[in-house]
């Protein structure tokens, strides 16, 4: 019996943010309204990744082949998200990561708060 190979790893994207799985059992995880930067970059073997970061750098990767309409109708719902701009800068990179989105209201951190 042949089955089809276990991927490296897979993505979910719901309403409330995106999570992907790896063989190895790790994950990212990152809630949309985390969100605050939308990196595109190439990977080696031609499949392009999107890159989620939140305020503190940590994010999650998405390669392009482990996404289907949901995710980029997803995107669409970040302020002034624009596909267009996301499909140039797919096109465009293999010369290292490209900022494609930015939040224009960053959330601010969260106050230092005194117990008594």
């Not at 063989?23 to 989620?52: C, F, H, M, P």
Request: charged content about 30%.
């Amino acid at each position: 019996m042949h089955g089809n190979p276990m991927p490296d790893s897979y993505v979910y994207v719901t309403e409330e943010g995106v999570t992907r799985h790896y063989a190895d059992g790790s994950v990212e995880a990152l809630a949309w309204e985390d969100v605050v930067e939308v990196r595109v970059a190439a990977e080696t073997d031609s499949d392009v990744l999107y890159i989620l970061l939140d305020r503190d750098g940590e994010g999650c990767v998405v390669p392009r082949s482990a996404t289907d309409s949901t995710f980029l109708a997803r995107l669409r719902y970040l302020p002034d998200f624009d596909l267009d701009r996301l499909q140039l800068a797919t096109e465009a990179a293999r010369d290292g990561a490209v900022v494609v989105w930015r939040s224009p209201d960053p959330p601010s951190a969260l106050p230092d708060l005194e117990y008594d």
